[in-house]
């Protein structure tokens, strides 16, 4: 858990986007369905769809409410401030407008905020921050929402989860930095806006087994194994490259990093520490990684593949085989 050295604002900050608009060039602003816009997945799709045209500006309507003691007069913090800040990694831009207040008494804030389609590359997340001044020093930060929004600028639908990219390629037969994994089944590559899995066509049978629709049981069998121990390690990759790129303020905390690698982190962190927070669990594994002792890293290893394999399905698709392979192996006998 994080210590701040001044009182921290307690209690539900909740807040949405309430609607988004476009805006192509020399033409007026256009409404965003609310098909593109997601309250359950906290997502604005704004990618290319034949119903919007291409727009070169948006315009996001935010909307927040405080809890009470934000703007009670006798508490420790004064001029209160909301600010919702767009980040986007890919291209190491930020975004950020102040709420105003809509109601009498300061809870309601809402602003609009503006962005350019030049400025975004792929996903960028939107957080809400509280600051004020607090024992004379001002600007501080006394509440961030738990929850971010996501602008995806590539997806027209909007959706939290993103597919894997899979493609079939000879290793053997194809480009020279792919030669030496010749006897490799498949590769993980995490350094692109999402994972990409290369699947080794010239591994003998393995392009035809993985692609295949149908076949014999026991071909169906082997292919959903073989499926599910790749997604193990699809996850444990995306894992080890979402824990080495943290962003890690003055104090030595570590902070969620945004996109995918943030998104595999939040998944993956509650099966490894089922009893703590998302917060703590990041902490842990931050303190894992980088301690002094190499055995507090080796010691997560097992949390690591449990998640993996949990997040893959590997239980439960092991048992399934292991139940087909009698099946099979008993008709065999009759």
Request: proline share 6%; charged share 30%.
């Amino acid at each position: 858990m994080k210590v701040y050295p001044y009182r921290r604002l307690t209690g539900n900050l909740s807040w949405r986007v309430e609607s988004a608009q476009l805006k192509a060039e020399g033409e007026p602003w256009e409404d965003v369905e609310s098909k593109y816009i997601s309250t359950v997945e906290r997502v604005v799709a704004l990618g290319p769809d034949e119903d919007r045209p291409e727009w070169t500006e948006a315009r996001l309507r935010v909307s927040a409410r405080l809890p009470a003691k934000a703007v009670d007069p006798e508490g420790p913090w004064h001029d209160v401030k909301v600010l919702a800040v767009l980040t986007e990694r890919a291209t190491n831009s930020r975004t950020s407008v102040e709420l105003s207040p809509v109601s009498p008494d300061g809870r309601e804030r809402t602003a609009e905020l503006y962005l350019h389609r030049c400025d975004l590359l792929d996903r960028a997340s939107l957080a809400l921050h509280v600051v004020a001044t607090v024992d004379g020093v001002h600007g501080r930060v006394i509440g961030t929402s738990d929850m971010e929004w996501f602008v995806d600028v590539i997806e027209a639908a909007p959706s939290l989860a993103r597919e894997l990219d899979v493609r079939m390629v000879g290793f053997a037969s194809g480009p020279s930095r792919l030669q030496r994994f010749k006897d490799s089944p498949w590769l993980v590559d995490t350094t692109g806006r999402i994972p990409l899995v290369r699947v080794n066509t010239d591994f003998d049978g393995l392009g035809d087994l993985i692609g295949a629709d149908g076949g014999s049981g026991a071909e169906k069998t082997v292919r959903e194994l073989l499926i599910a121990q790749m997604c193990s390690e699809v996850w444990t990759a995306v894992f080890h490259s979402a824990v080495g790129d943290l962003e890690i303020e003055e104090d030595g905390a570590p902070l969620f990093p945004h996109g995918w690698q943030g998104e595999v982190l939040r998944e993956m962190l509650p099966d490894m520490y089922p009893d703590r927070g998302a917060e703590e669990a990041l902490h842990e594994v931050h303190a894992a990684r980088t301690g002094p002792s190499a055995t507090g890293w080796g010691d997560l290893q097992p949390r690591i593949h449990f998640a993996a394999s949990r997040r893959a399905g590997v239980p439960r698709t092991l048992s399934t085989t292991i139940r087909d392979l009698e099946r099979l192996t008993q008709g065999n006998d009759a």
